[in-house]
T-cell receptor, first 113, second 114 residues
Framework: ELKVEQNPLFLSMQEGKNYTIYCNYS?????LYWYRQDPGKSLESLFV?????AVKQEGRLMASLDTKARLSTLHITAAVHDLSATYFC?????????????FGTGTLLAVQP | DTGVSQDPRHKITKRGQNVTFRCDPI?????LYWYRQTLGQGPEFLTY????????KSRLLSDRFSAERPKGSFSTLEIQRTEQGDSAMYLC????????????FGSGTRLTVV
């Protein structure tokens, strides 16, 4: 069974600080996605990582993928309050005729002034 | 690109009633997915369509759940004899075939069973 685990589950940060969210998964995959979700809202796509060693950056967020270690990271630089949200990683699972995203447990990020 | 549309946005129903949700994917997207998300959890996969063919149905979907995608366009998800445990956000996503294309999620339908 494919499992996707994120840690931490909850992260309280001060503005201006740096931190990293980790996403570990249990089976082979070469595609990983990061999403942001605000309370009561749907999922906003942040990054699509398509190969081992892929690194993408947008503003204060940077995501990377190590398919050999089955690990992705989402690094936050100099956090600001607007980044407060829940962040999900999702691993692409391909099973012959079918495919799907398997989501992690989510990390609730609260950036304090 | 008008996005993925879901209707209704909110649905409150009494236990035992049937409900149906609709998803209109982005027109050129041939792949469509349904997910369910409960409070504090990540979305859980329910079912997958490629064009009109339903290629996978999660074991989370009991016999009370059925999904269709006639003509490979919009999709419906029906829940019969709703139970309180069905209360959740139901999310629809679509994408094109091909490795580099991402998934676009709709705004979801929030179901409350009372």
């Amino acid at each position: 069974e494919l499992k996707v685990e994120q840690n931490p589950l909850f992260l309280s940060m001060q503005e201006g600080k740096n931190y990293t969210i980790y996403c570990n998964y249990s089976t082979t995959s070469d595609r990983l996605y990061w999403y942001r979700q605000d309370p009561g809202k749907s999922l906003e796509s942040l990054f699509v990582l398509l190969s081992n060693g892929a690194v993408k950056q947008e503003g204060r967020l940077m995501a990377s993928l190590d398919t050999k270690a089955r690990l992705s990271t989402l690094h936050i630089t100099a956090a600001v309050h607007d980044l407060s949200a829940t962040y999900f990683c999702a691993v692409f699972f391909y099973g012959g005729a079918t495919n799907k995203l398997i989501f992690g447990t989510g990390t609730l990020l609260a950036v304090q002034p | 690109d008008t996005g993925v549309s879901q209707d209704p946005r909110h649905k409150i129903t009494k236990r035992g009633q049937n409900v149906t949700f609709r998803c209109d994917p982005i027109s050129e997207h041939n792949r469509l997915y349904w997910y369910r998300q409960t409070l504090g959890q990540g979305p859980e996969f329910l079912t997958y369509f490629q064009n009109e063919a339903q290629l996978e149905k999660s074991r989370l979907l009991s016999d009370r759940f059925s999904a269709e995608r006639p003509k490979g366009s919009f999709s419906t998800l029906e829940i019969q004899r709703t139970e309180q445990g069905d209360s959740a956000m139901y999310l629809c996503a679509s994408r094109r075939g091909g490795r580099s294309y991402g998934y676009t999620f709709g705004s979801g339908t929030r179901l409350t069973v009372v």
